[in-house]
C-alpha cells in the first residue's frame, strides 16, 4: 500500500509499506474520502504525543471494505462504510468499565496514527470491525461521512461531558470544525443563549447558522470578562473547550462559569504545556464547577446515531466543508491548509476518487 506519513518530527512524505495484516475480527478497508485534522499538525509539528517515525497519517476516513476477517458477521466485500476515528477493543476492561476510548491504556482506544497506522492510505485496517464500522446511508456524500469519524463526535463529547441541558447559558471556546459541532450539539440538546468565541469571518458565519446568539472575538479583550459584561456578571452554565490558548483557557472557563457549573474540554493540547488555573478563579477550589475532559467514544452505535441526525436533517455538516480536492496525492495540499489556516478555511476533504 502506498500512504502519507510522519517520516519524523517535522517531516511528512509518501512511502510504500506492505498491507496490513487481517485478524479473524477486524476489516481492511479503501478510503473514499479522507479529511486531515488539526491533530495531524499537533503530532507532526509540536510533538504532542512524542515522536513517530515512518507513521501513516490520518484518522478522519469513510471507505469501501475490500477484506474481512472470518468472524466478522455484519460486513462484507463491497459495503461502503463509516469509520470512526476511535476504534476500542470492545472486550478490554477498559471499555467493560465505561471508558473505551482508553482500551488498552491512556487514549490507547485512538489507534489511527498514535499506535499504528492511519487512513491516509490506500489500504487501512479497522480492528473490532463489527463494533467499530457503520454501513454508509445510501446517498451520503462521502466528505459529510468524514466529519461523523471525528469532528461530530468529538465536539459533541464536549456536551455530553459538561451535561449540557435546555434552556442553559453555554460558551463555545474556539469555534473551528469541533468547536462548531460542540455549538450545534448544545443547540440539539436544548441550550438558550449561546456564546461562540472566535473571529475568522467565515467561522462565524456558519456558528450563526448552526445557532450561536453572541459572538465573542478574543481580539476585543479577555473573554472571561466580556461574557461576564454580557451576562450581568451571572456567567454561563456550561463552557464548552474547543480551542482557545492552552495555559489560560482553563482559567477563562472557570472564571466566567457559575458555581455548580461544568465545563467540558475536547481540545487537543500540547502535551508540553502547562494548564493554569487561579484558585480564587476556581472558587478556591471550592466552586462545585466540574472539569472534565475526554477522547470521543468511538464504535458503530455512536456512529449510526450521529449518522441519523444528518440523514433526518437534523445536523448539516457540509456547511464546515470549505475545500475539496479530488484525488490521493491530494492529500498534502489539505494538510497544508490545516497547517496554515487561511482565513477562508473550516475543513478541507479529499475525494480518493483515483484508488482501485
Given at each position: 500500500m502506498r500512504?502519507?506519513?510522519m517520516i519524523g518530527p517535522n517531516e511528512t512524505g509518501f512511502i510504500e509499506k506492505d498491507d496490513p495484516k487481517l485478524g479473524h475480527r477486524d476489516a481492511l478497508v479503501k478510503p473514499l474520502a479522507v479529511a486531515p485534522c488539526t491533530s495531524d499538525i499537533h503530532t507532526v509539528y509540536e510533538n504532542a504525543i512524542g515522536p513517530r517515525h515512518n507513521m501513516i497519517l490520518g484518522h478522519e476516513a469513510c471507505g469501501e471494505i475490500v477484506a474481512v476477517g472470518d468472524e466478522v458477521k455484519d460486513f462484507k466485500v463491497g459495503d461502503k462504510v463509516l469509520v470512526p476515528a476511535v476504534t476500542p477493543d470492545w472486550s478490554d476492561l477498559n471499555s467493560q468499565a465505561g471508558f473505551a476510548s482508553h482500551s488498552g491504556g491512556m487514549l490507547a482506544g485512538w489507534k489511527f496514527s498514535n499506535f499504528k497506522d492511519?487512513?491516509?492510505a490506500t489500504r487501512f485496517h479497522v480492528n473490532d470491525?463489527?463494533?467499530n464500522l457503520a454501513h454508509m446511508p445510501e446517498g451520503m456524500d462521502p466528505g459529510v461521512a468524514c466529519m461523523l469519524s471525528d469532528m461530530i463526535p468529538t465536539g459533541f463529547h464536549a456536551d455530553e461531558m459538561a451535561h449540557?441541558?435546555?434552556g442553559d447559558t453555554v460558551a463555545v471556546i474556539g469555534i473551528g470544525p469541533v468547536g462548531l459541532m460542540a455549538l450545534r450539539g448544545a443547540v440539539l440538546h436544548g441550550a438558550g443563549?449561546?456564546?461562540a468565541v472566535g473571529s475568522r469571518p467565515k467561522t462565524v458565519e456558519v456558528a450563526k447558522?448552526?445557532?450561536?446568539t453572541d459572538i465573542v472575538d478574543y481580539h476585543n479583550g479577555d473573554i472571561a470578562d466580556q461574557i461576564l459584561k454580557l451576562t450581568d456578571n451571572k456567567g454561563v452554565d456550561r463552557v464548552l473547550i474547543a480551542g482557545g490558548d492552552t495555559e489560560h483557557t482553563?482559567?477563562?472557563?472557570?472564571?466566567?462559569t457559575k458555581p455548580g457549573g461544568s465545563i467540558g474540554n475536547v481540545a487537543y493540547l500540547n502535551g508540553n504545556h502547562t494548564i493554569e488555573i487561579k484558585a480564587g478563579d476556581w472558587g478556591v477550589g471550592m466552586s462545585n464547577i466540574t472539569i472534565d475532559g475526554g477522547l470521543m467514544p468511538g464504535g458503530r452505535l455512536r456512529m449510526e446515531k450521529l449518522a441519523s441526525l444528518i440523514t433526518n436533517g437534523r445536523l448539516d455538516p457540509s456547511l464546515m466543508i470549505t475545500h475539496k480536492f479530488h484525488g490521493f496525492e491530494k492529500i498534502p495540499d489539505a494538510l497544508e491548509l490545516m497547517h496554515n489556516k487561511p482565513a477562508d478555511l473550516i475543513k478541507p476533504v479529499v475525494y480518493c476518487d483515483d484508488i482501485d
Amino acid at each position: 500500500m502506498r500512504g502519507f506519513a510522519m517520516i519524523g518530527p517535522n517531516e511528512t512524505g509518501f512511502i510504500e509499506k506492505d498491507d496490513p495484516k487481517l485478524g479473524h475480527r477486524d476489516a481492511l478497508v479503501k478510503p473514499l474520502a479522507v479529511a486531515p485534522c488539526t491533530s495531524d499538525i499537533h503530532t507532526v509539528y509540536e510533538n504532542a504525543i512524542g515522536p513517530r517515525h515512518n507513521m501513516i497519517l490520518g484518522h478522519e476516513a469513510c471507505g469501501e471494505i475490500v477484506a474481512v476477517g472470518d468472524e466478522v458477521k455484519d460486513f462484507k466485500v463491497g459495503d461502503k462504510v463509516l469509520v470512526p476515528a476511535v476504534t476500542p477493543d470492545w472486550s478490554d476492561l477498559n471499555s467493560q468499565a465505561g471508558f473505551a476510548s482508553h482500551s488498552g491504556g491512556m487514549l490507547a482506544g485512538w489507534k489511527f496514527s498514535n499506535f499504528k497506522d492511519g487512513v491516509f492510505a490506500t489500504r487501512f485496517h479497522v480492528n473490532d470491525a463489527d463494533g467499530n464500522l457503520a454501513h454508509m446511508p445510501e446517498g451520503m456524500d462521502p466528505g459529510v461521512a468524514c466529519m461523523l469519524s471525528d469532528m461530530i463526535p468529538t465536539g459533541f463529547h464536549a456536551d455530553e461531558m459538561a451535561h449540557v441541558e435546555f434552556g442553559d447559558t453555554v460558551a463555545v471556546i474556539g469555534i473551528g470544525p469541533v468547536g462548531l459541532m460542540a455549538l450545534r450539539g448544545a443547540v440539539l440538546h436544548g441550550a438558550g443563549r449561546i456564546f461562540a468565541v472566535g473571529s475568522r469571518p467565515k467561522t462565524v458565519e456558519v456558528a450563526k447558522k448552526y445557532g450561536a446568539t453572541d459572538i465573542v472575538d478574543y481580539h476585543n479583550g479577555d473573554i472571561a470578562d466580556q461574557i461576564l459584561k454580557l451576562t450581568d456578571n451571572k456567567g454561563v452554565d456550561r463552557v464548552l473547550i474547543a480551542g482557545g490558548d492552552t495555559e489560560h483557557t482553563f482559567d477563562q472557563a472557570a472564571r466566567m462559569t457559575k458555581p455548580g457549573g461544568s465545563i467540558g474540554n475536547v481540545a487537543y493540547l500540547n502535551g508540553n504545556h502547562t494548564i493554569e488555573i487561579k484558585a480564587g478563579d476556581w472558587g478556591v477550589g471550592m466552586s462545585n464547577i466540574t472539569i472534565d475532559g475526554g477522547l470521543m467514544p468511538g464504535g458503530r452505535l455512536r456512529m449510526e446515531k450521529l449518522a441519523s441526525l444528518i440523514t433526518n436533517g437534523r445536523l448539516d455538516p457540509s456547511l464546515m466543508i470549505t475545500h475539496k480536492f479530488h484525488g490521493f496525492e491530494k492529500i498534502p495540499d489539505a494538510l497544508e491548509l490545516m497547517h496554515n489556516k487561511p482565513a477562508d478555511l473550516i475543513k478541507p476533504v479529499v475525494y480518493c476518487d483515483d484508488i482501485d
